[in-house]
Nanobody
Framework: VQLVESGGDLVPAGGSLSLSCVAS????????MAWYRQGAGKQRELVAE???????TNYADSVKGRFTISRDNAKAVYLQMDNLQPEDTAIYYC??????????????????WGKGTLVTVSA
């Protein structure tokens, strides 16, 4: 399974960006998808996550009210980011908790990561 992100860019403070992530490669079942980010010299942190089925979502306190995670089908997740601030500058990674389906049987879930997309917010 591959996760490919897109949408990173340079924007001024107060601007907006929309990130996309698409999963591909075989037949699989997604249990949850999320966005993480890692700023320079910082640890990777959870930004937002959404669980399949109940569509329960969680957000980091720092992005609540500004970022929105969504999924429009079984294989894609999006992150709408509004009112971006310089502290949001980071590489944003897509994450999936995914089980492969082989012969009609879903294997145990594994962690999958994209390679990241850079978001830079200028002051």
């Amino acid at each position: 399974v591959q996760l490919v992100e897109s949408g990173g860019d340079l924007v001024p403070a107060g601007g907006s960006l929309s990130l996309s992530c698409v999963a591909s490669g075989g037949t699989f079942s997604i249990y949850s998808m999320a966005w993480y980010r890692q700023g320079a010299g910082k640890q990777r942190e959870l930004v937002a996550e959404q669980f399949t089925g109940g569509e329960r979502t969680n957000y980091a306190d720092s992005v609540k009210g500004r970022f929105t995670i969504s999924r429009d089908n079984a294989k894609a997740v999006y992150l709408q980011m509004d009112n971006l601030q310089p502290e949001d500058t980071a590489i944003y990674y897509c994450y999936g908790d995914i089980g492969l389906v082989v012969g009609g049987i879903t294997s145990g879930a594994k962690d999958y990561w994209g390679k990241g997309t850079l978001v830079t917010v200028s002051a």
